[in-house]
């Protein structure tokens, strides 16, 4: 089967065409960075009109990359949600249309469900059930996953997610968005023990976590000095380092917790290199088999939404109408169960 999968819940624009029968993904995209970096974050709207320009140009290229034609396509996956409203409707109504236009089924996907499978395009792979450390742009949580399409929720952020952390602070320093890589970026030419950052949560029985604070208190920290490039650098290394201490450490919990075996880093944040390290360095330590997706694979991208896809259409799940509608707040649990 050869599915294109569509990504258009933030502010890039990710098509793929996984064919499964070599188990691999083309995969093209565009990036709005420039876009939003002169506000320092996503603009909904702009993010909307760009995914508007950008989709058709990006597809044709695609399918000369790839080498195919539209009567290739076997079927769609796109991103349904959860995400930003008006880019998610981009996405959705440019899946449905053309699902109709070539006659092929489709599959609106959970984008954090992708997220997930995104490390099943490595070629190592976990099997169910496992542990999923998923940390992006707007969640941090645990998911236990338990078999394909079953998901629960086993902790999460109370309220900013590590992504939007390091964004804030990066915003803060006055550096570009997003915020994750300039930070680890300065973070390599920094003293990580400078500043003791509290880490909230760390030693609660649950699994929750809360990165409101630390962010306050980066702030109050960064007030009292001297904006050098140096006191830059010693920031980020400390937020850097207290924030895959948090991780590390609840994620020893959890596995704990649950007595799983394998755990998969997924989300955007999972680029960190650090983190990578770290939690690999602990699974080593604990028996637990380490999984994380490729680099470009981390961020949002069509690939783990055609994978994805793919996973459902094979089975014959598919939506049965063709009406546009999005879930800019969608759980995950029992993905049939929330549709
Ligand atoms: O998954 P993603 O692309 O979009 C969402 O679904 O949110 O995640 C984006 C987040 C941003 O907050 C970005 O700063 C963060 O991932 N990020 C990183 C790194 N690369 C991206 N954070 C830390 N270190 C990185 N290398
Ligand atoms: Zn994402």
């Not at 792979?125 to 079953?150: C, D, N, Q, R």
């Not at 964004?167 to 390599?188: F, N």
């Not at 306050?216 to 140096?230: D, F």
Request: hydrophobic content about 40%.
């Amino acid at each position: 089967m050869k599915i294109l999968g569509i990504e258009t819940s933030c502010d890039d624009t990710g098509l793929a065409i996984y064919d499964s029968t070599i188990h691999k993904a083309h995969h093209l995209l565009y990036s709005q960075v420039e876009s939003h970096q002169l506000y320092g974050g996503v603009v909904p709207e702009l993010a909307s009109r760009d995914h508007v320009r950008k989709i058709l140009p990006l597809l044709l290229a695609l399918l000369e990359q790839a080498n195919c034609s539209l009567e290739d396509i076997d079927g769609i996956g796109y991103t349904q949600g959860p995400g930003l409203s008006g880019a998610l409707l981009v996405g959705t109504t440019f899946a449905k249309s053309l699902a109709f236009a070539i006659n092929k089924p489709c599959k609106g996907i959970h984008h954090l469900e992708a997220h997930i499978l995104a490390v099943m395009l490595q070629t190592t792979a976990p099997t169910f059930p496992f542990l999923a450390l998923l940390v992006s742009g707007g969640h941090t949580m645990f998911i236990y996953a338990k078999e394909f399409g079953v998901y629960e929720v086993i902790g999460q952020s109370n309220d900013d997610a590590v992504g939007e952390c390091f964004d804030k602070t990066a915003k803060l320093l006055g550096l570009d968005y997003p915020g994750g890589p300039e930070i680890s970026k300065l973070a390599e030419h920094g003293d990580s023990t400078r500043f003791n950052f509290p880490k909230p949560m760390l030693n609660t029985a649950n699994l929750d976590f809360s990165f409101s604070g630390l962010k306050t208190h980066v702030r109050r920290q960064w007030e009292e000095i001297e904006s050098t490039k140096s006191n830059q650098a010693d920031i980020a290394a400390s937020l850097e380092s207290t924030i895959v201490d948090i991780l590390v450490t609840k994620t020893q919990k959890a596995l704990k917790q649950t007595n799983l075996t394998q755990l998969v880093l997924a989300g955007g944040v999972a680029a960190n290199i650090p983190l990578r390290k770290e939690l690999n360095r602990m699974c080593i330590d604990n028996k637990v088999e380490f999984f994380n997706p490729d680099l470009e694979f981390c961020t949002d991208n069509g690939a783990m939404v055609a994978y994805t896809g793919y996973r459902y259409l094979a089975i014959d799940n598919h939506d049965d109408n063709l009406s546009i509608d999005v879930h800019p707040r969608w759980p995950i649990k029992q993905q049939d169960e929330n549709t």
